[in-house]
């Protein structure tokens, strides 16, 4: 069940993934100085914005499943 979950979600993990790194190092190295802004003053917030993104983004590369419809 979860290697069907994998093989079918690949690429939106893909994105959830890079995407928390993606955000993890813009608060590194870019963030907020005066601790006010709410997505990039904390880590984890920016990890978590940073992978909804990545996740949104990836997946909409995701090709659809083909259903056929038998009458």
């Not at 069940?1 to 690429?11: N, P």
């Not at 790194?21 to 963030?31: A, D, H, I, N």
Request: net charge positive; glycine share 12%.
């Amino acid at each position: 069940m979860a290697k069907t979950f994998f093989k079918r979600h690949w690429l939106t993990l893909l994105g959830i993934a890079i995407g928390a790194l993606g955000g993890f190092l813009y608060w590194r190295f870019v963030g907020c100085t005066t601790g006010t802004c709410p997505i990039t003053s904390s880590p984890v917030n920016s990890s978590v914005w940073g992978a909804i993104i990545g996740g949104l983004l990836f997946s909409s590369f995701r090709k659809e499943d083909k259903v056929s419809i038998n009458k």
